[in-house]
C-alpha cells in the first residue's frame, strides 16, 4: 500500500484559555468587573480560528509552496493569539509540507502513485532540526489544546487541533521516517479526534479527512490482513472512505486542498485518471504558483483518453 494515503496533510485550528489576572486583595468593584472581562475574554476569544483571514492566507500560502510566507504568517497570529492552539498546530503543518517538498516525496508520490508497490524515496536526508521544530509545535499544540478541553470538552478550536497534529505526526512517521505502526497508532489517534469534533460541529467537514484516510486504507488490505486489522479493532470500507474524502473536498476549508491531493494520489492507484486529473486542474488552477501542481496538471491531462 502506498505509504501517502497515510496524508492527510494538513489537521488545524486550536484555542488555549489563558489564565485570568490575579485580583488583589482591596479591589474597588470596578477593578473586579475589570478582572472578571479580562478573563472571559481570555477564555472565550483567544482564538481566530473562524474569523482571522491570515489563517486563509497562511494556508493559501502553503498550498502555494511559498513556505516562508506561510510560516511568517502563522507566526504573526501566534503573537495575536499566544493561547490558541491552531496557531501552532498551522505553522507545523507549514514546515512539515516545506520538508516533504524539499525531499521531494510529494512529487515522488504522483510520479509512482499508479504503482502501488513503489515506495517514496526521499531527495537527501530528513532535517533533525525541522523534525525537532514540527514536534515541539505539536507538543505546544497539544498542552494548549489539552488545558482547553479541560475546561470545555467542546472547544472546537482545540478539538480541531488536535486531529490536525496527531495527523501531522501520523504523516511524518509514514512518510519521512517509514514508522508504519506508529503512523498508524497516531492516525487512529486523530480519526478519534475528528469523530469528536463532528459531535460538537456536524458541519466540520475537514474531519471526514481524517476519517476517510483509515476508512480506505483499511478497505483496501488484503482480505486476511484486514481480518487481522479488524481484532485490532480497526475497521473499513473503499468505497466510504472515499466518499468521505469527497466530502472535504466540496466542503473543507483549511483542509479541502489537502483532500483534493489525497484522492489525487487515491485515484492513481484505483487507475481513475480522468478523475485525478479533474482534481490536479482543480488545484493547478487554485494555487499557479505551485509548480509541482502545474507539472502533474500537464502530465495527467497529457495522458487523459
Not at 72 to 93: C, T
Not at 191 to 201: F, G, I, N, P, T
Amino acid at each position: 500500500m502506498h505509504p501517502f494515503i497515510y496524508m492527510a496533510t494538513v489537521w488545524l485550528v486550536f484555542p488555549q484559555a489563558l489564565r485570568a489576572v490575579v485580583l488583589r486583595k482591596g479591589f474597588v468593584l470596578a477593578s473586579l468587573l475589570a478582572g472578571a472581562a479580562s478573563a472571559f475574554a481570555a477564555f472565550g476569544s483567544d482564538s481566530g480560528f473562524k474569523n482571522d483571514t491570515r489563517l486563509d492566507d497562511g494556508f493559501r500560502a502553503m498550498y502555494s509552496h511559498d513556505f516562508a510566507n506561510a510560516d511568517r504568517i502563522f507566526a504573526d497570529y501566534q503573537r495575536s493569539y499566544p493561547g490558541d492552539p491552531f496557531g501552532y498546530a498551522a505553522q507545523s503543518a507549514a514546515e512539515m509540507f516545506g520538508e516533504l517538498n524539499r525531499l521531494q516525496l510529494l512529487e515522488a508520490a504522483f510520479d509512482v502513485g499508479e504503482d502501488e508497490r513503489s515506495v517514496t524515496k526521499s531527495v537527501g536526508e530528513p532535517d533533525p532540526q525541522v523534525r525537532q521544530k514540527i514536534f515541539d509545535l505539536a507538543a505546544r499544540t497539544e498542552q494548549l489544546s489539552e488545558a482547553r478541553v479541560r475546561g470545555d470538552p467542546k472547544d472546537e478550536t482545540a478539538l480541531y487541533s488536535m486531529m490536525l497534529v496527531k495527523g501531522l505526526q501520523a504523516d511524518y512517521n509514514a512518510l519521512v521516517e517509514h514508522h508504519y505502526w506508529s503512523s498508524l497508532r497516531l492516525g487512529s489517534q486523530g480519526e478519534s479526534w475528528a469523530r469528536k469534533l463532528l459531535k460538537v460541529d456536524p458541519e466540520a467537514s475537514d474531519a471526514y479527512l481524517f476519517i476517510g484516510i483509515p476508512e480506505y486504507v483499511v478497505g483496501t488490505l488484503p482480505a486476511p490482513v484486514r481480518w487481522l486489522a479488524s481484532l485490532a479493532g480497526f475497521r473499513g470500507h473503499r468505497g466510504v472512505g472515499i466518499e468521505d474524502l469527497e466530502r472535504t473536498t466540496r466542503q473543507g476549508h483549511y483542509l479541502k486542498s489537502y483532500a483534493k491531493i489525497v484522492l489525487v494520489l487515491i485515484y492513481l492507484r484505483e487507475q481513475n485518471r480522468p478523475m485525478a486529473a479533474k482534481l490536479m486542474d482543480e488545484l493547478h488552477a487554485e494555487y499557479p504558483a505551485n509548480p509541482m501542481f502545474a507539472k502533474q496538471a500537464l502530465r495527467l491531462r497529457a495522458s487523459r483518453p
